[in-house]
């Protein structure tokens, strides 16, 4: 007898950079191609307005990834201009009730679908929900949607990027046996050191010196990132240092976002020469090639992060880490890394160490690569989902007949 497939849906708020839909993608994109379970994805909206950029779903990577995997990817059809609290009218309902119908699983990207997943009209079909912050109480109505899912038996379980999330959201009232722990990983194929010739190749391109000490940030324009800070900590360093370069890429992280015009006018307007060594790239579709040119990988976060995906990337690339103490980013550099304080010096200066102890740290960068490999991380989602599925065939029978929970 041949058995079918675990059927899996995943919901999304909407296709955008960030490093959770990354992330998410990738496991589902992993997931689907291992064979043993039948992946699609269903997004509320078709496109959305993020860091000053309007994104369409169909031009978006991590969409186009998952259509090239053969996974199915559908919208509610939501434009951009909808708030994203209006309540769901009938025909939303009764696609999102179509999919759901025809899946052994659900997983939500974040808590915030949850307030889809909990409507009367969605069926009875276990919920995992996949949690990528260290600061519940930022993700507004999500918070107390995935609470009440979980109250209500309609939580099958919820995987935590980092011990960091799993924390908050058990001090923030999510029963502690729901919440998973699988910590972040990436394509190590994708991410992997450059050789000498590659990487004096790509410097070259963006107009760097070969011999340059370089730090690269990886990371979208928003309060969580400290944008002020990296920039302050940039004018520091630059300043300290006529060979080093600083160069930052992410959605709103070009000079076409009013916001990041005005923080570097206030962090460089006393040194506008420093600014022809800040290069602001935006939206880069080759981060593996932006970081292959770095001596440095950056992150200035105050609040949010949870296993920031920039740092591992970074890392596996060959960057060494510098960070501020947020979510469990300290975790993630212990021993191939630094972890400075808030301030722009302290910063500057991990940014010095880091890239004057880069070689003395190679070794240790390449010895963690296992660790932060995508190929662990999607085969303990893969058991999630299959101990889910499960646990429904064993409980179908005794439901028969049954309502759905209350």
């Given at each position: 007898m041949t058995t079918r497939p675990v059927r899996v849906l995943s919901v999304y708020e909407g296709f955008f950079s960030g490093g959770a839909r990354a992330l998410h993608t990738s496991v589902v994109a992993g997931l689907h191609s291992g064979?043993?379970?039948?992946?699609?994805?269903?997004?509320?909206?078709?496109?959305?307005?993020?860091?000053?950029?309007?994104?369409?779903?169909?031009?978006?990577?991590?969409?186009?990834?998952?259509?090239?995997?053969?996974?199915?990817?559908?919208?509610?059809?939501?434009?951009?201009?909808?708030?994203?609290?209006?309540?769901?009218?009938?025909?939303?309902?009764?696609?999102?009730?179509?999919?759901?119908?025809?899946?052994?699983?659900?997983?939500?990207?974040?808590?915030?679908?949850?307030?889809?997943?909990?409507?009367?009209?969605?069926?009875?079909?276990?919920?995992?929900?996949?949690?990528?912050?260290?600061?519940?109480?930022?993700?507004?109505?999500?918070?107390?949607?995935?609470?009440?899912?979980?109250?209500?038996?309609?939580?099958?379980?919820?995987?935590?990027?980092?011990?960091?999330?799993?924390?908050?959201?058990?001090?923030?009232?999510?029963?502690?046996?729901?919440?998973?722990?699988?910590?972040?990983?990436?394509?190590?194929?994708r991410f992997r050191p450059a050789g000498?010739?590659?990487?004096?190749?790509?410097?070259?391109?963006?107009?760097?010196?070969?011999?340059?000490?370089?730090?690269?940030?990886?990371?979208?324009?928003?309060?969580?990132?400290?944008?002020?800070?990296?920039?302050?900590?940039?004018?520091?360093?630059?300043?300290?240092?006529?060979?080093?370069?600083?160069?930052?890429?992410?959605?709103?992280?070009?000079?076409?976002?009013?916001?990041?015009?005005?923080?570097?006018?206030?962090a460089f307007g006393d040194r506008p020469d420093l600014l022809e060594r800040l290069h602001l790239l935006g939206v880069r579709h080759d981060v593996p090639s932006v970081l292959a040119i770095a001596d440095v990988v950056a992150l200035t976060s105050s609040f949010g992060e949870a296993a920031p995906l920039c740092l591992i990337e970074g890392a596996m690339c060959g960057a060494v880490p510098v960070t501020t103490d947020v979510g469990d980013s300290a975790r993630i550099v212990e021993g191939i890394g630094l972890v400075v304080a808030r301030d722009p010096h302290a910063v500057a200066a991990g940014w010095a160490e880091g890239a004057a102890r880069r070689d003395e740290l190679t070794p240790a960068l390449v010895r963690s690569r296992p660790r932060f490999s995508r190929t662990r991380m999607v085969a303990a989602y893969a058991g999630v989902v299959e101990q889910v599925a499960g646990r429904r065939l064993v409980l179908a029978p005794a439901a028969a007949g049954g309502g759905r929970r209350a």
């Open positions: 064979g043993t379970q039948s992946h699609r994805v269903l997004a509320i909206h078709r496109e959305v307005q993020r860091e000053s950029l309007r994104q369409r779903m169909v031009d978006d990577p991590r969409y186009q990834a998952l259509h090239r995997a053969g996974v199915r990817v559908s919208t509610l059809g939501r434009g951009w201009d909808v708030p994203a609290d209006r309540d769901f009218d009938q025909v939303e309902l009764s696609v999102a009730a179509r999919h759901a119908a025809a899946s052994d699983v659900v997983l939500t990207l974040k808590e915030q679908p949850l307030r889809l997943v909990r409507t009367d009209a969605f069926p009875d079909v276990p919920v995992v929900a996949c949690l990528h912050r260290s600061d519940p109480e930022h993700s507004g109505r999500g918070l107390t949607d995935l609470r009440e899912a979980a109250a209500s038996g309609r939580l099958a379980g919820a995987v935590c990027c980092a011990w960091s999330t799993r924390d908050a959201y058990a001090a923030a009232g999510v029963p502690e046996h729901l919440l998973t722990v699988i910590p972040n990983g990436v394509d190590l194929v000498v010739g590659r990487r004096a190749t790509l410097r070259v391109r963006s107009g760097i010196p070969v011999d340059a000490s370089v730090v690269v940030l990886a990371a979208r324009y928003d309060t969580m990132k400290d944008v002020p800070l990296f920039l302050a900590a940039a004018r520091v360093h630059l300043a300290a240092d006529d060979g080093a370069h600083v160069v930052a890429c992410g959605a709103g992280m070009s000079l076409a976002n009013p916001g990041l015009v005005d923080d570097v006018a206030r």
